[in-house]
């Protein structure tokens, strides 16, 4: 123990905590530049969407961004198809030319078996495709699926979705409508996981909890230090930031500031003290009449009464 004090009183915290967050910015930057860069093809699927999703919202008809939406499907490998359907569900316009447009319309009905817990549609001229509808407002967060995929034929309460062996497709769906106008708009996504994405993850995970832990470490072993130089009981001020982090090191600064360090020795002592109890060193001012500990704030002392020069 102490070898561990003499260690811990060469080191310069302050440098160290520099130190520590200046490495910690930088990484922190680059493990979000390096997930950035490896999904970068689903935030990018993401943004143009939103850019999209404006756009309509704000046009008569969805026939006045036609050429968006080609852009839109053609930059993104997990667009199947954007559609834009009339009334009739009648195909007026398929960005990608895709099967599902080929046929002309696009009746979808909802899959009574699943349609209050995953909302699967289908066509049925074409029943081996199956549509999982979402929300607009939900989009993003279905794009969670990016990290593991979403597997149709994986169990659900016990049973399958549409059984281990199916040769379904299941694409993804969402839709809207432009303002003031009757054509819906379908985009259709078969989104794709991003190859290793729940490894990356982890590893970034593992990076951002080992500086947690540093941090966490760097802290206890700075106040253990420091309350060992003013000779309070080092051990347990480490033990109480290890337990409890910022709300001990605040309990340890009111308790520091509730008395005063002695120049000399950096011993904690009592505000009333006028010798340090550690060294003898004066810590305070005394009157110079009768020798009663003064203040700096007090004008008279407190003990006989004479102005304090």
Not at 125 to 145: D, G, H, Q
Request: aromatic letters at 12%; charged letters at 25%; glycine letters at 6%.
């Amino acid at each position: 123990m102490k070898r561990l004090e003499k260690l811990l009183s060469i080191v310069n915290f302050k440098k160290v905590f520099m130190i520590y967050m200046i490495t910690a910015i930088i990484v922190g930057i680059a493990l979000v530049s390096f997930l950035g860069y490896m999904f970068r093809d689903k935030i990018r699927l993401m943004i143009d969407y939103d850019r999209i999703s404006e756009k309509l919202e704000h046009n008569t008809g969805a026939t006045a961004i036609l050429s968006d939406l080609i852009e839109f499907a053609e930059k993104n490998a997990d667009v199947v198809d954007v559609l834009i359907l009339d009334k009739e569900n009648e195909v007026l316009f398929s960005a990608k030319d895709s099967e599902i447009a080929k046929s002309g319309t696009l009746k979808l009905e909802r899959d009574i078996q699943w349609s209050n817990d995953s909302r699967f549609m289908f066509d049925p001229s074409n029943p081996e495709v199956m549509y999982r509808l979402i929300k607009n407002e939900r989009l993003a967060l279905s794009f969670a699926t990016v990290v593991r995929g979403f597997n149709p034929y994986e169990k659900y309460d016990d049973e399958y979705f549409f059984g281990a062996s199916t040769s379904k497709t299941v694409y993804t769906l969402s839709y809207m409508r432009s303002e003031n106008n009757s054509n819906t708009v379908y985009f259709i996504f078969d989104i794709s996981p991003v190859v290793n994405s729940t490894k990356y993850i982890k590893a970034v995970a593992a990076t951002a909890i080992l500086f947690f832990m540093l941090y966490w470490v760097i802290l206890a072993l700075y106040v253990y230090a420091d309350s060992v130089r003013s000779k309070l009981n080092g051990t347990a001020w480490g033990a109480l930031i290890l337990f409890t982090n910022l709300g001990g090191l605040i309990i340890y600064k009111i308790f520091k500031q509730n008395g005063k360090t002695c120049f000399k020795c950096k011993a904690l002592q009592s505000k009333a003290n006028l010798y340090c109890t550690e060294c003898g060193a004066k810590i305070g001012e005394s009157c110079g009449r009768c020798g009663s500990l003064i203040n700096d704030h007090d004008r008279y002392c407190k003990g006989c009464g004479v102005e304090k020069l």
